[in-house]
């Protein structure tokens, strides 16, 4: 790829630009996760073991699709993923300012009990790792990957201020965290003038939609920018791992993760292999996988969707997904049978809402 600026997304056939919650960071709605780089005969293997070649390949195609967001971890492959995204970036000429980088702290990279967690002296050094790794002055979005118990929000956040001033880091944002931890540091960020969070990454599917009780109204109402990982529940929502031909032997029967209720599952798959039947792109049938990233493009709450890949064409598939325009009936068909049943206070908020909008004009 030569160092021209990437191309601007125009047209029905990119994906399209969104801010990253409260700030005037731009990405794609489509980013390229990279869980996939690097693994070995670990964990990481069970969920991809692409190398350097075969990765070029993937983010060459994300690119040239207009894809400018591209995430990773340090705990993927154990640090190989981010230092095959980097050593993707100059094999490939990008320029620095036409990618996004994300990236992420908090699990264990070493046996040390302080080489793991959200403690400042862990955030500080894996910072300075992963920068290495990706071959850059700066990371974009540097992201706290799950909540640590043991240290202080406020240890937390002071470090990723350090850092945000320092010029290693220009955005914050958090992973996997529930609606009141995420508010509480919010509340802190405000107090103490610290760089503000501007997004929340975080598992939601037609199948697990459990956002939508109390993470999502959050993020709704602190401007708080929303990215999806595993937008196709671990490869459940491609459909092939329901049906009477299944084989048991898949990447779920391995790792199955994140769970699914597969009775509510096989219903939500139906739905949607009857809504994609007869739709196309490019003269290409639309499958399953593409009608559960498209429901997920229609959701407003949400302003990136990490699609990763092992084969070219699994992502192009993915990314063709941008295309998809569901209709409101297909929405509705999709709603009611992936809802999640009514929970207390839920319930009991909505009707005593009704006591207010009864004298609304």
Known sequence: MATESLPLFDGDNRPGYKSLGNSGLFVSELCLGTMT??????????????QQEQADELVKIALEAGVNFIDTANIYGFGASERIVGQSLKNLGVRREDVVL??????????????????????????????ARLQTDYIDLYQIHGFDPATP?????????????????????LSNWAAWQVMKAIGITR????????????????????????????????????????????????????????????????????????????????????????KQIDG??????????????????????????????????????????LSDDELIALDEVSRLPEEYPGWMMAMMAGYRNSTES
């Open 37 to 50: 780089f690097g693994g070995d005969e670990d964990i990481w293997g069970l969920i991809g073991q692409l």
């Open 102 to 131: 994300a990236t992420k702290v908090l699990g264990p990279m070493g046996a040390s009990p302080n080489a793991r967690g959200a403690s400042r002296g862990h955030i500080m050094s894996e910072c300075k790792a992963s920068l």
């Open 191 to 278: 107090a103490r003038n610290l760089c503000p969070i501007i997004s929340m990454q975080a598992y939601y599917t037609l199948v697990g939609r459990d956002l939508e009780r109390d993470i999502i109204p959050m993020l709704k109402s602190e401007n708080v920018g929303l990215m999806v990982w595993s937008p196709l529940a671990g490869g459940y929502l491609s459909g092939k791992y329901e049906g009477p031909d299944v084989s048991e032997e898949n990447r779920r029967a391995k790792f199955d993760f994140p769970p699914v209720n597969r009775e509510r599952g096989s219903e939500v798959i139906k739905v949607m292999r009857e809504i994609a039947d007869g």
């Open 153 to 173: 929000i406020e240890e937390t956040l002071e470090a990723l201020n350090t850092l945000v001033q320092q010029g290693h880091v220009r955005y914050v944002g």
């Open 284 to 325: 290409e049938p639309v499958n399953v996988a593409q009608i559960a990233l498209s429901w997920l493009l229609h959701q407003k709450p949400v302003t990136s969707i990490i699609v990763g890949a092992k084969r070219p064409e699994q992502l192009r598939d993915n990314i063709r997904a941008a295309q998809i325009r």
